[in-house]
């Protein structure tokens, strides 16, 4: 799943989202807790869940608010028998309108017990925090997508638009049954839509919650980059430790991982990242903020490029990045390597294509006695969608509406998601912003994952006004 970015910008503005006093809940309210806790609490890592036990249970309460056989359908493939899905149609009133799609995926990174303070899978609420695996990626909006649809269809709402949920396993892991790209392969009809959303958008506040920290900006997710590993390796016919040569396995890797460290991709903008270095650069204000305009209107200011790359997030939002990772080398502790090699996870900007990313590795590497090939391939390659005004107009006006003073700025994700299994059908995919989180990234990924119990109260009805404002 999408990496949470823990060096946002940082903007100070009088602005409100600080920890609030307990209220009473809504009716609705602890309808939603409740199922929002049965998501948490139905395991669906990879290892020791099942996302097919919780769409089960996600399909036994749309049944129960009324929808039908012919608007719900589930998938699956019999290699995966854990890792099957949900989709289910909320028909509109419109016949030539597209619809709009909601896309969520149901499983979850493993969490070991032993490693948390609380048990993973057991749905904590706590000094302000929801804890639990999944508590934040992404189960909160999974239950807001579906406890929506729930609420519409038993107060005989229709919508303008069809509306389509689609909750998917496999987006946190390369080796399971991704539902999403099956969808986009086999079922592109039942997912069609004008656009998704997807997660990706959301808040981030100046400092945790609990030490008087305010949600200082809010993102609308279009666009990421591509993940692509590859693996860079040295041989050689070895020989004896005891009459070593310069002619080395290790070495000639070492070498070559050095020159890659040294090496900067080229720096490229999009659309979106113009427009998220002006706005966001703009309402800084500080030496930063003043780079981060200057970088748009000339991309070959160097002064202004040192300043930004100052901070690793806006570097790797200016180009494509490539890291090495993992290491192995060497078959005996007497005995010259015969074999050394690295793993070099990138993140390649969106309109590179991985052949190119690959064939500058092996430039930068400069050793043809060296190989380098990809060793994977999750999906696609990104694609950037438009800025459509029509979509994040509505999402600016719900900002301010909710988090008064706050700016929205589009953002691209420097990690990965679903979304691109859905662009590379035609489907243009942005993540709302809506729920928000700290500057550490509430330990999404980590340990004792969290998030405000502000955030997903507030952020539920940010976002059915957000699909109300595209749909009704």
């Known amino acids: 799943m999408r990496k949470l970015l823990a ?34 609490e139905t395991d669906t890592s990879i290892t020791t869940g099942s996302c097919t036990a919780l769409a089960d249970k996600i399909e036994g309460h749309l049944r129960g608010a009324g929808f039908t056989d012919a608007e719900i359908h589930r998938f699956t ?39 948390w303070t609380r048990d993973p899978y057991t749905f904590i609420e706590e000094g302000g925090y929801f804890y639990g695996r999944g508590v934040a990626d992404m189960k909160a909006m999974d239950a807001i997508w579906t406890d929506m649809f729930m609420r519409w269809r038993k107060a005989g709402k229709v919508p303008k638009r069809t509306l389509k949920l689609a909750l998917t396993c496999g987006e946190e892991t390369s080796t399971a049954f991704n539902g999403a790209k099956w969808l986009s392969q086999n079922r592109r009809e039942l997912i069609d839509a004008e656009f998704a959303l997807n ?29 692509v590993n590859y693996r860079i390796e040295a041989t050689n016919p ?102 050394a090699g690295a793993n ?52 600016e006006k719900l900002v301010e509406k909710y988090y008064p003073g706050v700016p929205m700025v589009p953002m691209m994700s420097t990690g990965a998601t679903d979304g691109v299994f859905l662009s590379a059908v035609g489907i243009p995919s942005y993540g709302p912003p ?23 109260y507030t952020g539920r009805d940010l976002l059915t006004d957000l699909v109300t404002a595209y749909a009704f």
């Open 7 to 40: 060096t946002l910008v940082p903007l100070v503005l009088p602005m409100g989202g600080a920890m609030a006093a307990e209220t009473p809940l809504r009716a609705d309210q602890q309808a939603y807790r409740a199922l929002y806790k049965e998501f948490v």
């Open 77 to 115: 493939v019999p290699e995966f028998p854990k890792e099957g899905g949900i989709v289910v149609i909320l028909p509109g009133s419109s016949k030539t309108t597209r619809p709009i799609l909601l896309l969520g995926h149901l499983d979850v990174v493993v969490a070991k017990r032993e490693d």
């Open 199 to 227: 997660e990706g958008g959301a808040g981030r506040t100046d400092k945790p919650l609990e030490d008087g920290g305010r949600v200082v900006v809010h993102t609308m997710h279009v666009g990421e980059k591509t993940p």
């Open 238 to 339: 070895g020989g004896h430790s005891s009459a070593p040569v310069k002619d080395n396995a290790i070495y000639d890797l070492s070498d070559a991982l050095a020159r890659l460290r040294d090496f900067d991709f080229p720096l490229m903008l999009n659309d979106t990242t113009r427009a998220y270095f002006i706005k966001a650069g703009a309402a800084r204000g500080d030496a930063m903020g003043k780079a981060m305009v200057a970088i748009v209107a000339n991309p070959a200011d160097k002064a202004a490029e040192a300043v930004v790359n100052t901070d690793r997030t806006f570097h790797s939002m200016l180009r494509t990045t490539c890291v090495a990772t993992l290491l192995d080398g060497g078959h005996a502790n007497n005995a010259l390597p015969q074999r």
């Open 344 to 395: 070099v996870n990138c993140r390649i900007f969106p309109g590179i294509s991985a052949e190119d990313v690959r064939k500058t590795l092996e430039t930068v590497i400069a050793d043809p006695t060296m190989t380098v090939l990809r060793t994977d391939n999750r999906g696609p390659d990104a694609k950037a969608p438009p800025l459509n005004p029509k979509i994040l107009g509505p999402a």
């Open 434 to 456: 809506g729920l928000f989180s700290n500057p550490d990234g509430n330990g999404t990924h980590g340990l004792n994952e969290r998030i405000a119990v502000s955030a997903v």
